[in-house]
């Protein structure tokens, strides 16, 4: 996981360099805090040292000047690494989602995809780049802080070793079960965003087909099992909050007690008292660190599968053919089933340049499929496609499919919503159009058009179709009528 990631950070190495060198500096002002805090009230409050008060006021006021800018920069820096990286992240996932297979595109749920690629290449980034300099710095306040403990006394190193083996203790107790709540609430907390959206992208369908209650109580389903998920994690994490307060409440209790009897008896001056305390909140807060380090790696290692996951799903595989036209597609003993119901059965046919071929039959019956594999969007080893004599697993077909083929949709692929259907329709055939394709492929391109955008459409149709294949999927009687050939899938 830290290599995946690390991989995508080389070219931030500068800028690496400068939040660590920041974060150093944080971290020797926080730690002059109590050194300084100490002095103030053995040798200024108690001697009262005008001179010296002065001295401490101004070092005092440089220390916090130097945290402030290096705060500020390290925020910068990091914040520009963390969207930069986790949006390089996200491209190389949707570049991989854009060459898988056409069957495994349109059996997955794009919109739950999105949602959890987005959050996860976030999740698992922010993560690395937060703790690649935080895991050296609070080791180096570790050991500091532990030295410093130890300069005032073995008993309170000894003391702190104690409280840090029982935040080990509890870390290897919880760990594995807080890893296996975080991936159900990734995974319910995805479902739960796809049901939500549903809701809203379908909600003209939901109100003409009366399945109002029906989206809801999926969505209120799907919110069940994300609310019990959310707080089942929530317990485990308190519990390692709950760990990590009582433990310091424990040594903060011995620290005032011990710490206060030998202020008593003559053997610490109370600024020791007072830089004791302070070591021991960094030892405290350096520990509570690493203990909360596993919660977050935890996350983040669910996060990173989730994303090979994703990144491991089989790619659409091409041959390098690139064609120069296509003349004609021949289809030989095609067969496809979808969820375990056949669609085409032993289906063959021949499409030749100069004719219009319009395919029918029921709901069901094939035609949007049929027409995925003949552009090679779906691909099957039970039958046998050729373009030109030549099987299509040879063939270049994104290739083919930029340069020879265009195909419209039942939707249509425009992201302007100002023009009517009709108007969005007759735009994206003339686009189809417009690239002088040797092979047209339109599934019911007679969507949302009125008379007079069947007449352009079936114009359009006639123009230039001796330089073309021409196939269509459509129930409209005038477009039955420009056709050189029908080709009926329902099998009764």
């Not at 969820?339 to 289906?347: A, I, P, Y």
């Not at 499919?401 to 055939?429: A, Y």
């Not at 073309?468 to 009764?492: P, Q, W, Y």
Request: glycine share 6%; with cysteine.
């Amino acid at each position: 996981m830290i290599k995946f990631v690390f991989t995508r950070l080389k070219k931030f190495k500068g800028a690496i360099f400068i939040i660590a060198f920041c974060s150093i500096m944080i971290a020797v002002t926080d730690l002059m805090i109590p050194f300084l805090t100490a002095k103030f009230i053995d040798e200024i409050l108690v001697a009262r040292n005008v001179a010296e008060f002065y001295n401490f006021i101004l070092l005092m006021f440089a220390i916090m000047l130097a945290a402030i800018v290096s705060h500020y920069a390290s925020s910068i820096l990091s914040k520009k690494i963390l969207l930069t990286t986790a949006n390089n992240l996200t491209e190389e996932i949707l570049r991989h989602v854009h060459k898988l297979g056409g069957e495994v595109i349109l059996k997955s749920d794009m919109v739950y995809l999105s949602k959890r690629v987005d959050n996860d290449a976030t999740d698992l980034v922010t993560f690395i780049v937060d703790s690649m300099i935080d895991v050296c710095i609070n080791f180096f306040m570790l050991v500091m802080a532990s030295f410093l403990l130890m300069s005032i006394g073995g008993k309170w190193l000894l003391i702190f070793f104690i409280v840090a083996a029982i935040h080990f203790v509890a870390y290897k107790k919880l760990s594995m079960t807080l890893f296996e709540r975080s991936v159900a609430v990734r995974e319910t907390g995805s479902k739960y965003f796809t049901s939500l959206t549903d809701n809203f992208v379908y909600a003209y369908s939901i109100k003409l087909h009366c399945l109002n209650e029906k989206f809801l109580a999926d969505f209120k389903a799907k919110f069940g099992k994300y609310f019990s998920a959310a707080i089942r994690e929530t317990r485990i994490k308190f519990w390692f909050t709950n760990s990590d307060l009582n433990s310091g409440d424990v040594f903060r209790i011995l620290v005032f007690l011990l710490g206060g009897l030998d202020v008593l008896a003559g053997d610490m001056t109370v600024g020791n008292l007072v830089a004791l305390i302070g070591y021991y909140a960094f030892a405290m807060q350096a520990v509570a660190y690493f203990m909360s380090f596993g919660q977050g790696w935890q996350n983040a290692l669910a996060a990173y599968q989730r994303l090979i996951e994703i990144s491991s799903l089989p790619q659409d595989t091409d041959g390098d053919l690139k064609l120069s036209g296509v003349n004609f597609i021949e289809v030989r003993g095609l067969n496809c089933s979808i969820d375990g119901r056949s669609v085409l059965k032993e289906f063959s046919a021949k499409f030749e340049r100069g004719k219009i071929y319009c395919i029918v039959g029921k709901n069901g019956a094939g035609k949007t499929t049929l027409l995925n594999f003949l552009c090679g969007m779906m691909k099957t080893d039970d039958g046998q496609i050729n373009f030109n004599g030549l099987p299509l697993k040879l063939i270049d077909m994104p290739f083919v499919r930029e340069n020879l083929i265009s195909f419209v949709e039942q939707k249509e692929f425009l992201r302007n919503d100002d023009l009517s259907g009709g108007e969005r329709r007759k735009k994206t055939i003339t686009a189809a159009l417009s690239k002088n394709p040797d092979v047209l492929i339109m599934d019911e391109p007679d969507n949302n058009l009125d008379d007079v955008g069947l007449k352009f459409l079936t114009a359009a149709l006639l123009d230039g179709k001796n330089f073309r294949i021409t196939l269509l999927v459509s129930h409209e009687e005038k477009i039955f009528n420009i056709a050189d050939e029908i080709i009926n899938l329902s099998r009764d």
